[in-house]
């Protein structure tokens, strides 16, 4: 193997590359068996390493799924919809379906582990849970700031949280249905709710503020 | 046991019995855990019989999913929005929403093996599209029955299932934030969403027609 200046060589070097693998494989298994349904046996056969090698790495499937999860957090960084401001910045949003087109693997680990994270002992729960919850408030934060700016009318934080929860229902779902079946036109389908969607916060229709 | 008169006695009634045990709790195991990570052996366990006797009525563990599906079909089969026509047919689905709540176990095991299903080799998949299918088209057509009485604009085929399909992705993105976090308003925030759509809709203004 060509040694590159400035980076880690030798065992060190082929240590990550090998976590790397593990991670890879792993989230490939994730998205198309589960977490529960995945092996740590298998994704060992994956990768071509034995059990005993894989267990090295990661002690157990729970350490594996964090170092999954965290992999996938970096992967989809970039999707934050950052360098935007106002209305526009929900624009990014119509980025974020054309990604998930380009990257069906990731799509499925998502849904796959949010289906799974329904229910209350699943390890990934708190991860979905909090990613969730972080994707709503950072949109919540960037509608009341539009709404400062004078581009849409004033609205409560509790409406801003209802009209961000639905736009953010239709996203998900539209993404099973894409999932379900590759003819549904998830952009299309997408992109006329956004500009009905955005034309409704312009004329000031809000959602009713549901949680108190 | 009592024998009430009219029923199956003796050795066939309580295998029905005994089957009936065994689908509900494989029910419940494929909410929790889903169809990949439920086991034979810990529904053998939780109906309080042997692997064996479990294999005596269902084969393996894809005949059972099977038969929890077929269950799930005539708990759900209630849920058809029959009685009522026009745009009020659609405010049934308000009342799904209500069910939804009441029946978390159900609502869990949709989502999960919907997840599951979002790959192509899962055995659920068929089932789960032809479901999909099923409600889009009922509701199309409703849409498009709803239009030819004048109660709203004409539309097209293509419109009706944009519409549609947009709707249906709203009502599982609510569900499953709600299965995340119990104190989303999924009642409430449907509620808004569907009063928003039918005024939308007997404005006329209909999504493009997404799919050729």
């Known amino acids: 193997m060509a040694n590159v200046g400035g980076?880690?060589?030798?065992?060190y070097r082929s240590g990550i590359k090998r976590r790397e693998q593990i991670v890879s494989a792993a989230a490939k298994a994730f998205g198309?068996?589960?977490y529960n349904g995945a092996s740590m046996r298998q994704i060992a056969a994956d990768v071509g390493v034995s059990p005993a090698a894989l267990l090295r790495?990661?002690?157990?499937?729970e350490e594996l799924l964090a170092a999954v999860l965290e992999w996938w957090a970096r992967e989809t960084a970039a999707?934050?919809?950052e360098g935007r401001d106002g209305?526009?910045?929900?624009d990014g949003l119509r980025d974020l379906m054309t990604y998930h087109i380009s990257h069906r693997g990731l799509l499925e680990l998502f849904i796959h582990l949010t289906g799974e994270a329904s229910n209350e002992k699943h390890p990934a729960r708190a991860f979905i849970q909090d990613r969730y919850t972080g994707i709503v408030s950072m949109l919540v934060k960037r509608l009341l700031a539009t709404a400062e700016t004078g581009e849409i009318p004033p609205l409560t934080d509790a409406q801003a949280e209802a009209e961000v929860r639905a736009l953010c229902a239709t996203m998900d779902g539209l993404e099973i249905q894409w999932l379900l079946d590759p003819a549904v036109d998830l952009v299309g389908l997408f992109d006329f709710h956004l500009d009905h969607t955005l034309a409704r916060w312009r004329s000031g229709a809000y959602a009713p503020g549901a949680r108190s």
């Open 7 to 11: 980076t880690p060589r030798g065992p």
């Open 32 to 34: 198309e068996r589960g």
């Open 79 to 81: 999707l934050r919809l």
């Open 57 to 61: 790495h990661f002690q157990d499937k």
């Open 87 to 90: 209305l526009a910045a929900f």
